[in-house]
């Protein structure tokens, strides 16, 4: 919480409707953004929508708690995997699991992810290139927002 008060945001005190279309697409990696809808820092918890392009890829990484999905539009599918998630789909991704998530042919996907927990991306040789937190994934939204003139929406519960 105290990344929160040092960015000048405050808590939402109770019930919250965000407009999506009222926060912006942020930047993650090439061909990838993802759009925060609730960032909890205490638990360490974060609900966003994760847009992929074209052929995107979501890069090796393991999560240190469950992650829930559901996929709003296009098709995709982790490469450790032998199935595919199209509009619809529910995926539950344990704690530990490890993967890469690509998109399937040019079309757009976006899926909500609830993250219940730090996101490990790992480098070639499968140690941790960095961690993803809510308050890396907060810095990240705020950061985009200041520099472009954009008002941040109350976004953390």
Request: with cysteine; aromatic share 8%; proline share 7%.
């Amino acid at each position: 919480m105290e990344e929160a008060i040092a960015l000048g945001l405050r808590q939402s005190a109770g019930d919250l409707l965000l407009d999506p279309d009222d926060i912006p697409w942020v930047p993650q990696a090439s061909g990838v953004w993802f759009r925060p809808l609730r960032i909890s820092l205490g638990p360490g918890t974060w609900t966003n929508l994760i847009r992929v392009t074209g052929h995107g890829i979501v890069g090796l990484h393991r999560h240190v708690a469950p992650v829930e999905a559901w996929v709003v539009c296009g098709r995709w599918r982790y490469l450790e995997h032998d199935w595919a998630a199209r509009p619809g789909s529910y995926v539950y991704e344990p704690a530990g699991d490890v993967h890469t998530l690509a998109t399937l042919g040019d079309e757009e996907t976006v899926t909500l992810f609830s993250v219940h927990g730090p996101i490990e991306y790992l480098g070639p040789g499968g140690e941790v290139d960095h961690v993803e937190t809510a308050e890396t994934k907060l810095r990240r939204y705020v950061d985009f927002c200041a520099s472009h003139g954009i008002q941040v929406a109350p976004v953390i519960c």
